[in-house]
């Protein structure tokens, strides 16, 4: 992903991680290059990573940029979500 993920642009990530899931593919999501992230990106992320949890799935976040560090660290998810 690149650029920003929040409420504008969070509905489409969600349709494509739903499609995904429904093909039953594992998800890496590389978010290095997403310079902005609020709380609606933060939430698609968490329900991506619950519903992957719940379903058997697999679902990861790699190479977090600082401005998602910064977000997952606010929130208290580093453990859950980013790769570390």
């Given at each position: 992903m690149?650029?920003e993920?929040d409420?504008?642009t969070a ?14 593919h594992?998800?890496t ?5 997403v310079?902005f992230m ?7 992320l968490?329900?991506?990573?619950r519903?992957a949890?719940?379903g058997?799935g697999?679902?990861a976040v790699?190479?977090a940029?600082p ?5 997952f660290?606010?929130?208290g ?6 790769d570390?």
């Amino acid at each position: 992903m690149h650029g920003e993920l929040d409420i504008a642009t969070a509905p489409e990530l969600v349709h494509l991680l739903t499609r995904l899931r429904h093909h039953g593919h594992a998800v890496t999501v590389d978010l290095a290059e997403v310079t902005f992230m609020d709380s609606t990106g933060l939430t698609t992320l968490m329900d991506a990573h619950r519903e992957a949890e719940l379903g058997g799935g697999t679902f990861a976040v790699r190479r977090a940029s600082p401005a998602v560090r910064r977000v997952f660290e606010l929130a208290g998810v580093n453990g859950v979500l980013d790769d570390g």
